[in-house]
T-cell receptor, first 115, second 108 residues
């Protein structure tokens, strides 16, 4: 039981490049979400999904796309990377009922630098 | 914008001193969660409070939920170096929104 797995752990991109941050969970959690963490800003919600085929925007969705084709995977896509997207990205998941009453399980994070 | 305000942003204490972080919302919350993030790590769930006026304890940690369900606090008694990290509150308002966090440093 690996929990929430994020890949890669570190990535450096050039402005304008695209990439996908991977997130997979093996706990059969229906709810999954992406956060970015910046100094002094806490964790800000980017996108979330309440189940396969369903996604919705969080607090800071601009510049990011998501899809949820399976229960296990929730990739985050940066279409055209910008320096403002330099951050630590965390994926989280929880059981049915979502964050309203279920603890979130976080991955180890992806540290992304955009030059 | 941010709907959950957390103070202070930083706190430095001597080992053995107490520590408190506060979480405030302008709206009534259905529940509140607390997480701890060690330096270089990921947030780890600590506890969830649901009832008005609820108080829960985990060893030296005491969590409170206000009577109006608009504020919460985490109090650590006699801090230890293992308490170092950032403590976040999180509230569900249609989405799970985190406070800015309080980073605790403990001097041995």
């Amino acid at each position: 039981n690996a929990g929430v797995t994020q890949t890669p752990k570190f990535q450096v991109l050039k402005t304008g490049q695209s990439m996908t941050l991977q997130c997979a969970q093996d706990m059969n959690h229906e709810y999954m979400s992406w956060y970015r963490q910046d100094p002094g800003m806490g964790l800000r919600l980017i996108h979330y999904s309440v189940g396969a085929g369903i996604t919705d925007q969080g607090e800071v969705p601009n510049g990011y796309n998501v899809s949820r084709s399976t229960t296990e995977d929730f990739p985050l896509r940066l279409l055209s990377a910008a320096p403002s997207q330099t951050s630590v990205y965390f994926c989280a998941s929880s059981y049915s009922g979502g964050p309203s009453n279920q603890p979130q399980h976080f991955g180890d994070g992806t540290r992304l630098s955009i030059l | 914008g941010q709907q959950v305000m957390q103070i202070p942003q930083y706190q430095h204490v001597q080992e053995g001193e107490d520590f408190t972080t506060y979480c405030n919302s302008s709206t009534t919350l259905s529940n509140i969660q607390w997480y701890k993030q060690r330096p270089g790590g990921h947030p780890v769930f600590l506890i969830q409070l649901v009832k008005s006026g609820e108080v829960k304890k985990q060893k030296r940690l005491t969590f409170q939920f206000g009577e109006a369900k608009k504020n919460s606090s985490l109090h650590i008694t006699a801090t230890q170096t293992t308490d170092v990290g950032t403590y976040f509150c999180a509230a569900y308002t249609g989405k799970l929104i985190f406070g800015q966090g309080t980073t605790l440093q403990v001097k041995p």
